[in-house]
Structure formats: C-alpha cells, structure tokens
Nanobody, 115 residues
Framework: QVRLVESGGGLVQAGGSLRLSCVAS????????MGWYRQAPGKQRELVAS???????TYADSVKGRSTISRDSAKSTVYLQMDSLKPEDTAVYYC?????????WGQGTQVTVSS
C-alpha cells in the first residue's frame, strides 16, 4: 500500500505560479513512477506530468514549457511547479503512484486560476 498526500493548491490569478507537493508513504520502494493528473468539471481525468524512478519526465502538451515535475527521493516527495497559469488549468489535481500491478491516488487538491 502507498499513501499519497497532496498540498499546495489554491486560488491564483492568471499568469501566476503554484507549486504542488505530493508526499508518499508506505511501500514506496515499489513505486516505478509518479505523476500528476487533473480533472476539471465535466471532463475526464488527464495526465499533466509524470516522472519515473530514472527521472524520465513526460508532460501533456497543454502544460509543456509552463510546468516542471521533479522529485526528492530523500523526502519521498514529488513536486509540480506550474508557471504562467491559465484559467483552463483550473481543476482538481491528483497525485498518482504506479507500482508493478497497481496504482494509487491522492485525495486531490483544488487549483483555481482566475482571469
């Protein structure tokens, strides 16, 4: 079992920045990759960014160049730095951890970008 706790969401004006954090606990040794997903009202959950154990990163086209995913292994924490935020970035952001045959989700943190 892996437990994920997100923080860092909030209300920000367009053009602003936020940094989301996700702390993992439990069976973290088995985590192969971690990522951030988001879900806006009426839309499907979508991948924002992910990072593997080997630090290979993937970004959605919609956030590429504006967001950076990173991890601190010593703190078992993954970060998502989001800059130049747009109103369309408004969503609940979920942390995700993938192990060999399962995946885990955090409770989500709301990000609201006002125009």
């Amino acid at each position: 079992q892996v437990r994920l706790v997100e923080s860092g969401g909030g209300l920000v004006q367009a053009g602003g920045s936020l940094r989301l954090s996700c702390v993992a606990s439990g069976s973290i040794f088995f985590i192969n990759s971690m990522g951030w997903y988001r879900q806006a009202p009426g839309k499907q959950r979508e991948l924002v960014a992910s990072i593997t154990r080997g630090d290979i990163t993937t970004y959605a086209d919609s956030v590429k160049g504006r967001s950076t995913i990173s991890r601190d292994s010593a703190k078992s924490t993954v970060y998502l730095q989001m800059d130049s935020l747009k109103p369309e970035d408004t969503a609940v952001y979920y942390c995700n951890a993938e192990v060999v045959d399962d995946q885990y989700w955090g409770q989500g943190t709301q990000v609201t970008v006002s125009s």
